[in-house]
């Protein structure tokens, strides 16, 4: 049948906000509801009739309440086939009641989880009526109407008003992709939370928050965000993201949460990479010494500051067409600056992202071939206390705090890579290149065409020294400092140039890269 008059309808959830409504209009259509334990109780004290499942099993709620509805007076009521002549004929023998509607929210499971309850009250939380109701109603949706979840309740409240209790078809079979789409997120999470890391045999990902993009990498591919936006951000200003937006922006928070609680950083970004990158006193002295970085690659960058952006700063970045800007906060004078380009993009760090990015060691998913690869983050920053020197010379402090600074720009930049620095400012980076020779080569001359003293500065690589010639080239560019991973078979060689030529080196041990 396409339509359905809907006569009767089984409602059993945890989350009953919104649920009042519903039933009042149930009732008002003279719709006989079903209904077990608290949402038996809370539908009474509204002053509406409701039967209780145990007058239709004859067994009561047992175990608990683990067991209340999986019964097949209840199930048989919920999957018969109104057009199946022996499914109809067994209703009548059994003397089991049609069920049209049903109405489900599951226990709260991933909440539950999230608390850091103990174990045996997450366990109890493993719904198991509930999924099994959601299944079968939505299986049937030829003949029956399910709701899974209270976020499809305004939806269902929406149907009964405007259909006076008759469902069409397709608004059945929308509400069992709904229903499917709650019952699969459910077993993931359960899956993901029972599989440790050893015995992770399978991936299941899971995300029911969904934000369309502008487009894709492309203007020609259509893009998405799967993943709860308004948890990192609040959108202050600005048009739609892309999809590269979104990869700016990931880079950018990224390498920032290294900086969350130091002084003023400023960062600039562009194709994933800090093209800019300082610590000041001030957060307007960073964005300037930030931008001098490069600012050519700075046109139409994403920018990022760990601290507060006031109107000073707001002024000077007003003059630079750039997609994003990010920060904890922005004054209002600031706010008001920055939104002087209608297109430009504006997003509020919510309070604690930061750390709780960093903190959730979510694996790192990408495709590849015909399936994906999986990580752990790379969560390792590199301390004083990890560096070991390798030389006979030792950096002084204010080698160490640059030289630690760089590695910190290093690990967010991609391989292979070379960083060079000098008093807390990126003066030039060499990104993705094929040789590391080549990185070092590229970041010299980018560093001397904007007009940098490299004389005193450092140099951080993501990976160690197979060669001398590193350091060798290095020397020529006036660098006397250089933290690395080290552990190549001939690391003496690189050691050996150092001693000769008066040049502080560090290893610390752990590589970065970065593909």
Known sequence: MSQITAKSALI??????????????????????????????FIKDLGIDVVPVEDVTSYPSILGGRVKTLHPKVFGGILNRRDHEGDVAQLEEYDIPQIDMVIVDLYPFEK???????QQDIIEKIDIGGISLI?????NFKDTLCVGTV?????????????????????RKEFAASCFNVSSHYDSAIYNYFSSDSQKKALKLSEQHVMPLRYGENPHQRGWFYGNFDEMFIKRHGKELSYNNLLDVDAAVNLISEFEHDEPTFGVFKHNNACGVAQRETILEAYVDALAGDPVSAF??????????????????????????????????????????????????????LSRKRDTNKLEVRGSLNGYLVQ??????????????????????AQIEDLLFASKLCKHTKSNTIVLAKNKQLCASGTGQTS???????????????????????????????FPDCVEIADNAGINAVIQPGGSIKDQLSIDYCNKNNIAMVFTGTRHFKH
Do not use: W
């Open 12 to 41: 059993s959830v945890f989350n009953k906000d919104g649920l009042g409504p519903i039933v009042q209009k149930m009732n008002e259509l003279g719709i006989t509801i079903y209904s077990t334990g608290g949402t038996d109780k």
């Open 376 to 397: 752990d983050p790379n969560l390792k920053t590199d301390q004083k206390e990890d560096l070991k020197t390798a030389t006979t010379v030792a950096p002084t402090d």
């Open 436 to 466: 590391r020779v080549d990185a070092l080569n590229q970041a010299i001359h980018k560093a001397k065409s904007f007009k940098f003293d490299l004389e005193g500065s450092v140099m951080a690589s993501d990976a160690f020294f197979p």
């Open 300 to 353: 139409g960058g994403v920018l990022i500051s760990n601290v507060e952006i006031d109107a000073a700063t707001a002024t000077e970045i007003h003059k630079l067409f750039c997609e994003v800007v990010i920060a904890p906060s922005f004054t209002s004078e600031a706010l008001e600056i920055l939104k002087g380009k209608k297109n430009r993009i504006l997003l509020e760090l919510v309070n604690g992202a």
């Open 112 to 118: 539950t989880v999230a608390s850091g309850a103990a």
């Open 135 to 139: 299944r079968a109603g939505a299986k």
């Open 151 to 171: 976020d499809d309740y305004s939806k269902l409240l929406e149907v009964l008003e405007t259909g006076n209790g008759v469902t069409t078809i397709e608004q």
